[in-house]
C-alpha cells in the first residue's frame, strides 16, 4: 500500500460532539492537518503522550484512505479502498488557548503520536459502513459510540471540499471526525477500537 501521505482531519462533523465543548455547529466543512510524524498504529504497544502540557483528550474517528487519484464526480466507494478505527488526541487545554488567541491548532493536534490508527481493513463502501458502528472503549468501559451517518457532512461532500481545496490523491488519510463521548487520557489507560463488534486495534497510553 502507498505509504500515507497527508493527513486531513475533520472537525465539529457530528453536532452531539460541536455542543459538548460548546462549539457552533458549522455550516461548511471545517479541516486542519497533522504532520506524518504524528502517525502512529496501535498494535498493542505504549503509547508516549505529552507529560507536561495539559489535559489529552481521545476522539475516535473513522479514518478513510484514498486509493484513486480523485476525479471530480467519483464517488466514495470508487475513491476509497481502506479504512481505519483512528484517535485524533488533543492537547484540548493547549487547544482552548489557541482558540482564544486565534491561532492555528498545529500545537494541541500535531504533536507525535498525536494520530494513532488501528490496522486498515478493506472498505466496505458507505451504505455498509452507516450500518456498522465504531466504537471506543477504556479501561473496559465503552465510552464513545459513533455511526457515519450521523455526520453533519457526509463522506462525499468531504472528500469533494478537501479535493476542491486542497487536492486529494493516492495515500491521502482524512479522519472525519468524533462522536460525541471526547474525554481526557491517564496514564496507564488501555485503549480498544471497534467497528462493527471488531477490536482493530488496542493500546496503552502512557504520559
Ligand atoms: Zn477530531
Redesign the pocket.
Known amino acids: 500500500m502507498t505509504p500515507i501521505k497527508n493527513i486531513y482531519?475533520?472537525?465539529r462533523n457530528y453536532v452531539l460532539h460541536a455542543k459538548e465543548l460548546n462549539n457552533k455547529v458549522p455550516t461548511s466543512p471545517f479541516l486542519f492537518l497533522k504532520p506524518t510524524h504524528a502517525l502512529v498504529e496501535a498494535n498493542g504497544q505504549d503509547i508516549i503522550l505529552p507529560a507536561n502540557q495539559g489535559s489529552v483528550h481521545y476522539?475516535a474517528?473513522l479514518v478513510l484512505r484514498i486509493g484513486k487519484p480523485y476525479e471530480k464526480g467519483i464517488k466514495v466507494d470508487e475513491l476509497v479502498n481502506s479504512m481505519a478505527i483512528g484517535i485524533?488526541l488533543?492537547l484540548r487545554d493547549v487547544q482552548d488557548e489557541l482558540k482564544e488567541k486565534g491561532y492555528p491548532w498545529l500545537l494541541a493536534k500535531g504533536f507525535q503520536n498525536s494520530a494513532v490508527l488501528s490496522k486498515f481493513i478493506d472498505f466496505p463502501g458507505i451504505e455498509k459502513c452507516e450500518q456498522e458502528d465504531f466504537a471506543l472503549i477504556k479501561n473496559g468501559e465503552q465510552v464513545q459510540l459513533g455511526n457515519i451517518k450521523n455526520m453533519i457532512f457526509d463522506p462525499q461532500t468531504i472528500v469533494d471540499f478537501t479535493a476542491d481545496h486542497f487536492g486529494l490523491g493516492v495515500g491521502d488519510i482524512i479522519?472525519t471526525?468524533?462522536p460525541e463521548g471526547v474525554g481526557k487520557v491517564h496514564d496507564g489507560d488501555q485503549i480498544s477500537l471497534l467497528f462493527g463488534g471488531e477490536i482493530l486495534g488496542t493500546c496503552t497510553f502512557k504520559k
Open positions: 482531519c475533520v472537525g476522539e474517528e485524533d488533543t479522519f471526525g468524533t
